[in-house]
């Protein structure tokens, strides 16, 4: 585990998929990452590579060849090496190696800076292409953040706000896959208050959502987050069925739709990197 602190916050990492694990405001006292509980969902905030969300019967085909990869991918899985450079940032890192090539004939290397700056904590990814052929991948973040039940309120009291949009128009996930039609939820002051039933068919899809950054609150007490992101293009909200937390999840990538033909070059959201090219995106909590 890396440990992460300056003046306000301070976060812990595992090495372990490079998962972003605790979050603490110093200043409030407060643990504001879901707190992992396996009888809901054991993880924290996973990372997704190098695709996000579920194949067609978790298979791709590229250049004729068939592959599987499983939900989400498999950085999450996986060991990262890390380097620490000073007690408010580290940078994490994976590389293409004999078992990923085998389900998936990428060379890649994946790197994960988290840095404190002041009261938020900021994620960047980023990639690189060591290879001689075009990088084709997706990636995602999904960090689950916790609800205040310790100062007596339920899931229910919180609520997100959306600095762009007053109603959000998304897509089901049926069987892993993204359902083509769409749903719209009128927002009332651009928020949407927390219902467990609003995930019991899973995530909540967007791919063309107007805000940059949304913001869990209460109506209670003042605490909560800012959770600001730019140029993902789709993006997932999802709880596990009757927990007390909630995923804001920035994806460039998303899941196979139901009507995809499962090759791989021309998934939707894949990015394709050239030779010796690099990409980078990033998201910051601003807790308070």
Not at 4 to 26: D, F, H, P, R, T
Not at 237 to 261: M, R, T, V
């Amino acid at each position: 585990m890396v440990f992460l602190e300056n003046e306000y916050i301070k976060a812990s990492i595992s090495a372990k998929g490079a998962e972003l694990q605790q979050l603490q405001n110093k200043n409030t006292c407060k643990e504001y990452m879901w707190a992992g509980d396996p009888l809901y969902w054991g993880k924290f905030s996973p990372v997704l590579f190098p695709i996000v969300g579920g194949l067609k019967d978790n298979t791709y085909y590229l250049n004729d060849q068939k592959y599987q990869l499983p939900r989400h991918g498999f950085a999450r899985d996986n060991e990262f090496n890390y380097t620490q450079i000073d007690e408010s940032q580290v940078i994490f890192n994976f590389k293409s190696n004999e078992d990923t090539l085998k389900v998936y004939p990428f060379e890649f290397s994946l790197s994960i800076h988290y840095q404190l700056i002041d009261q938020n904590l900021r994620c960047t990814y980023m990639i690189n292409n060591p290879g001689e052929d075009a990088l084709l991948f997706s990636i995602g973040g999904h960090p689950a953040f916790a609800t205040f039940k310790e100062d007596g309120l339920t899931y229910g009291d919180h609520y997100l706000e959306f600095n762009n949009d007053t109603e959000l128009r998304y897509h089901k996930i049926k069987n892993d896959l993204v359902d083509d039609e769409t749903i719209t939820l009128k927002l009332e002051n651009k928020q949407l208050f927390l219902a467990y039933n609003l995930f019991y068919e899973d995530a909540l899809v967007f791919k063309n959502l107007k805000s940059d950054c949304i913001s869990l609150k209460n109506t209670k007490t003042s605490n909560g987050l800012h959770f600001r992101f730019s140029d993902f293009p789709f993006f997932g909200i999802w709880a596990a069925k009757n927990a007390d937390f909630i995923c804001l999840e920035p994806w460039c990538g998303i899941a196979d739709s139901i009507n995809h033909n499962s090759d791989f070059s021309t998934k939707e959201g894949v990015i394709e990197l050239a030779p010796s090219s690099e990409w980078q995106r990033h998201w910051e909590i601003e807790t308070f």
